[in-house]
């Protein structure tokens, strides 16, 4: 199955770091992972995509373990803006394969 | 720059009438995507263009589901007749061309069908 494994949902408090996982055994070594995040009533918008070396850029972070069977999302400082259901993705030929996604509760 | 812009934003008919869903992708964007959104669920890749050619339509339910990119621009998806089971929020997302390039998504069609 090309689509990846999250936890359903998970807490934070605000302005703590958030360490979101994701499980992808079966990513093939060409696949790259992608995050990103759907607020209520929106579109998904993209936070970040890596293939085998740790990633960073202004949202976020991604971690990749060295096996490449799972990686991390962490967001450094949790606003309630971050609250949203967030979508670990392996990109497969050319498209994105979504999951359901982790939905991220902030507390104020 | 306006992003990716998606007409009705809601729409609710009875079953087994059509509907269409226009979507306007990014400037300069050649590959276009439609996808559909289950309640509760990931959106999940209906068709994908490349300029005006379908290059992934795999998931597309070809028996009602129809969508076209005639000039490479702008694009319609339609379903006819639409089923009880057709519910769905209906994203378009577009990027620049190339392989795993960031894409955009609009606001979606949210579909009821009665």
């Known amino acids: 199955d090309a689509k990846t494994t999250q936890p359903n949902s998970m807490e934070s408090n605000e302005e703590e770091p958030v360490h979101l996982p994701c499980n992808h055994s079966t990513i093939s070594g060409t696949d790259y992972i992608h995050w990103y995040r759907q607020l209520p009533s929106q579109g998904p918008e993209y936070v970040i995509h890596g293939l085998t070396s740790n990633v960073n850029n202004r949202m976020a972070s991604l971690a990749i373990a060295e096996d490449r069977k799972s990686s991390t999302l962490i967001l450094h400082r949790a606003t309630l803006r971050d609250a949203a259901v967030y979508y670990c993705i392996r990109g497969s030929q050319g498209n994105l394969i979504f999951g359901k996604g982790t939905k991220l509760s902030v507390k104020p | 720059e306006a992003g990716v812009v998606q007409s009705p934003r809601y729409k609710i008919i009875e079953k087994k009438q059509p509907v269409a869903f226009w979507c306007n992708p990014i400037s300069g964007h050649n590959t276009l995507y439609w996808y559909r959104q289950n309640l509760g669920q990931g959106p999940e890749l209906l068709i994908r263009y490349e300029n005006e050619e379908a290059v992934d339509d795999s998931q597309l339910p070809k028996d009602r589901f129809s969508a076209e990119r005639l000039k490479g621009v702008d694009s319609t998806l339609k379903i006819q007749p639409a089923e009880l089971g057709d519910s769905a929020v209906y994203l378009c997302?577009?990027?620049?061309?190339?392989?795993?390039?960031?894409?955009?998504f609009g606001p979606g069609t949210r579909l009821t069908v009665l």
């Open positions: 997302a577009s990027s620049a061309s190339g392989a795993y390039n960031e894409q955009f």
